[in-house]
């Protein structure tokens, strides 16, 4: 299987270090609906990638908010632990990685293969956890 540290190199050096509004090069309006989700993608979007956890990942990932830098580190976290966890259960980030917007999925085949090979090299602990990967 290859290494998800090996797919990344395409980014820029040290992107790692660099928020999501940095590396999009957008500054999201202030908007004035106040609510947590709002308030915590945008805090998030502001952040040097290498500070995120894992519910930081999920959230955005669920949002499909910056996939292009954010699925790489959730495959490297996925590749740790298949089972990785935010705030919600274990298997949260698997989770929200395999339900992510599909085009992204069809536009980048290697992170494709890498999320496939991550599962059928799991296969047997996601099963165990009866976590449903539900593709959308």
């Known amino acids: ?3 998800p540290e090996i797919v990344v190199k395409k980014l820029e050096l040290n992107w ?3 928020s999501l509004e940095s590396l999009e090069k957008a ?3 202030k ?3 106040d609510s947590h989700l709002v308030r915590t993608t945008t805090r ?3 952040i040097p990638l290498n500070e995120f956890t894992v519910e930081d990942l999920r959230i955005m990932i669920g949002q499909n908010f910056g996939l292009p830098f954010l699925i790489p580190l959730a495959l490297e976290k996925l590749n740790e632990n298949i089972l990785a966890e935010g705030d919600n259960f274990p298997g949260d980030l698997l989770s929200t990685v395999v ?3 599909p085009n992204f999925w ?3 085949s290697e992170y494709k ?3 496939d090979d991550l599962i059928a090299k799991n296969l047997k602990l996601i099963e165990s956890q009866n976590l449903k990967l539900l593709k959308q």
Do not use: A, G
């Open 16 to 18: 790692r270090f660099k």
């Open 27 to 29: 500054v999201w309006p």
């Open 113 to 115: 293969k890498i999320l």
């Open 99 to 101: 339900k992510s917007d």
């Open 106 to 108: 069809k536009e980048n």
């Open 44 to 46: 998030l979007r502001k």
């Open 31 to 33: 908007v004035d609906y």
């Open 1 to 3: 299987m290859k290494n």
